[in-house]
């Protein structure tokens, strides 16, 4: 009998430890499901390598329409620092021509390192879908690089380390928030020593994560890491202690151009969450119904991920839902967008975003282990925020394009 037991516990042991390995194996060698869409040279024209670059073309492409349409505004707002003496938030504002039933605000870069994409976008539409007949009715701003720090030196955060959409602060309050779940998780989170993306821990991270799995479920994980945090400022996520400048200097200029229309729109391009290739339109739960249906109006066709699914979060201090704050009486929609990279809707797409933003934070702040670990690093963050595919970021050009039409259009129809 007693053997029989110990026959039996060592197949089980032999069970448990070939399901290690094999998770182990798989999510060391995890991809992402590959993007299948043709390759577009010309949507690739417009993605460029530098924040330089991007602002360059930007205002390029701002001067054009400024040669064809009435009260165009075209200016630049510095960003105070003590690193950059030069970053700037460029912007953009075409009036609408005759009669001002709508305005949509086009936003890149709140994550910076995410104005890659965002600046694609936001060229591809003053090339091709800024045309007189959309324009009659309906005005445009596109703020440029809201996060120019984070876009030059490819980051997501602020020089404060401020995660810029979890900043945009409605109420002061904001900055007072605590959450229990991410003090449970900031020693994962947040470990000190230099970033090392070889060592055991890092190369086991699956099960690092698993053992917070047993007591918390996945989406609990998900809401706790992603929904800010504003007690550690060195960690990712942070919030920061009071609104980053550029927000206060753009809520002035925000006011001034909603004034005059009665519908506004704002769509805040982003990247990294969600399946690879995929757009997704990505609110936070909207609680007044008629709002809610009058997005679903203007995007219908598209399918809308209200924050309460269980693939999603939401979060705190965005900065769509800020730029309704400063419009009260008006009928506001706010849509963030984003493009997925990692499939980060299953598991291992899920852990393997959250343990390259852990490394890439952990990095900055203490250092690699060496030029290598760095080099690897850091390109795997890139990659994960700015993906090199052609088909991937033709897709994105070619989603934005087709969506973007068609809200221009609805949004400037007298409703």
Request: net charge neutral; aromatic share 10%.
């Given at each position: 009998m007693?053997k029989?037991?110990?026959?039996?516990?060592?197949?089980?042991?032999?069970?448990?430890?070939?399901?290690?390995?094999?998770?182990d194996f798989?999510y060391?060698r995890?991809?992402?499901?590959?993007?299948q869409?043709?390759?577009?040279?010309a949507a690739?024209?417009?993605?460029?390598?530098?924040?330089?670059?991007?602002?360059?073309?930007?205002?390029?492409?701002?001067?054009?329409?400024?040669q064809?349409?009435?009260?165009v505004?075209?200016?630049?707002?510095?960003?105070?620092?003590?690193?950059?003496?030069?970053?700037?938030?460029?912007?953009?504002?075409?009036?609408?021509?005759?009669?001002?039933?709508?305005?949509?605000?086009?936003s890149?870069?709140?994550?910076?390192?995410?104005?890659?994409?965002?600046?694609?976008v936001q060229?591809?539409?003053?090339?091709?879908?800024?045309?007189?007949?959309?324009?009659?009715?309906?005005g445009?701003?596109?703020?440029h690089?809201?996060?120019?720090?984070?876009?030059?030196?490819s980051?997501?955060?602020?020089?404060n380390?401020?995660?810029?959409?979890?900043?945009?602060?409605?109420?002061?309050?904001?900055?007072?928030t605590?959450?229990?779940?991410?003090?449970?998780?900031n020693?994962?989170l947040?470990?000190?020593?230099?970033?090392?993306?070889?060592?055991l821990?890092?190369?086991?991270?699956?099960?690092?994560?698993?053992?917070?799995?047993?007591?918390?479920?996945?989406?609990?994980l998900?809401?706790a890491i992603l929904?800010?945090?504003y007690?550690y400022?060195?960690?990712?996520?942070?919030?920061?202690?009071?609104?980053?400048?550029?927000?206060?200097?753009?809520?002035l200029?925000l006011?001034?151009?909603?004034?005059?229309?009665?519908?506004?729109?704002?769509?805040?391009?982003h990247?990294?969450?969600?399946?690879?290739?995929?757009?997704?339109?990505?609110?936070?739960?909207?609680?007044?119904?008629?709002?809610?249906?009058?997005?679903?109006?203007?995007?219908?066709?598209?399918?809308i991920?209200?924050?309460?699914s269980?693939?999603?979060?939401?979060i705190?201090g965005?900065?769509?839902?800020?730029?309704?704050?400063?419009?009260?009486?008006?009928?506001f929609?706010?849509?963030?967008?984003e493009?997925?990279t990692?499939d980060s809707?299953?598991i291992?797409?899920?852990?393997?975003?959250?343990?390259?933003?852990?490394?890439?934070?952990q990095?900055?702040?203490y250092?690699?282990?060496?030029?290598?670990a760095?080099?690897?690093i850091?390109?795997?963050?890139?990659?994960?925020?700015y993906?090199?595919?052609?088909?991937?970021?033709?897709?994105?050009?070619?989603?934005?394009?087709?969506?973007?039409?068609?809200?221009?259009e609805?949004?400037g129809?007298?409703g």
């Amino acid at each position: 009998m007693k053997k029989a037991l110990k026959v039996v516990l060592l197949v089980l042991l032999g069970l448990i430890a070939a399901a290690y390995v094999i998770l182990d194996f798989g999510y060391n060698r995890y991809r992402p499901s590959p993007v299948q869409y043709e390759v577009l040279p010309a949507a690739l024209n417009y993605f460029h390598e530098s924040y330089a670059d991007c602002r360059t073309a930007f205002l390029e492409k701002a001067t054009r329409l400024a040669q064809r349409y009435n009260g165009v505004e075209v200016l630049s707002l510095p960003v105070p620092g003590t690193s950059d003496r030069d970053l700037v938030v460029d912007y953009c504002y075409v009036p609408a021509q005759r009669t001002s039933h709508g305005l949509l605000i086009l936003s890149s870069g709140v994550h910076g390192i995410e104005g890659f994409t965002g600046s694609a976008v936001q060229l591809m539409a003053m090339e091709e879908l800024l045309v007189p007949g959309r324009m009659e009715s309906t005005g445009i701003l596109l703020i440029h690089g809201l996060n120019p720090h984070g876009f030059k030196h490819s980051r997501r955060v602020t020089e404060n380390n401020v995660d810029l959409n979890r900043n945009c602060a409605i109420e002061e309050s904001l900055f007072d928030t605590r959450s229990e779940g991410y003090g449970r998780l900031n020693n994962m989170l947040n470990p000190e020593g230099a970033a090392n993306d070889r060592d055991l821990r890092n190369r086991h991270f699956l099960f690092v994560v698993a053992r917070r799995m047993l007591k918390e479920s996945m989406r609990t994980l998900r809401q706790a890491i992603l929904q800010g945090q504003y007690e550690y400022p060195e960690g990712i996520y942070f919030g920061g202690k009071n609104v980053e400048p550029q927000i206060t200097a753009l809520s002035l200029i925000l006011k001034e151009k909603m004034t005059s229309y009665r519908r506004i729109l704002v769509i805040d391009v982003h990247t990294g969450y969600g399946k690879n290739g995929t757009m997704h339109l990505f609110p936070n739960p909207i609680e007044d119904a008629k709002i809610r249906t009058g997005m679903e109006e203007l995007f219908a066709g598209y399918a809308i991920d209200w924050g309460d699914s269980g693939d999603f979060y939401t979060i705190g201090g965005s900065f769509a839902e800020f730029v309704g704050s400063l419009a009260p009486g008006k009928i506001f929609y706010p849509m963030p967008i984003e493009y997925g990279t990692l499939d980060s809707q299953k598991i291992f797409g899920s852990i393997r975003s959250l343990q390259n933003m852990i490394l890439e934070n952990q990095g900055f702040h203490y250092g690699y282990k060496d030029e290598k670990a760095e080099a690897r690093i850091e390109a795997t963050f890139r990659e994960m925020f700015y993906p090199s595919d052609k088909a991937w970021r033709s897709k994105a050009i070619g989603d934005a394009k087709r969506m973007l039409a068609l809200v221009l259009e609805r949004l400037g129809r007298e409703g």
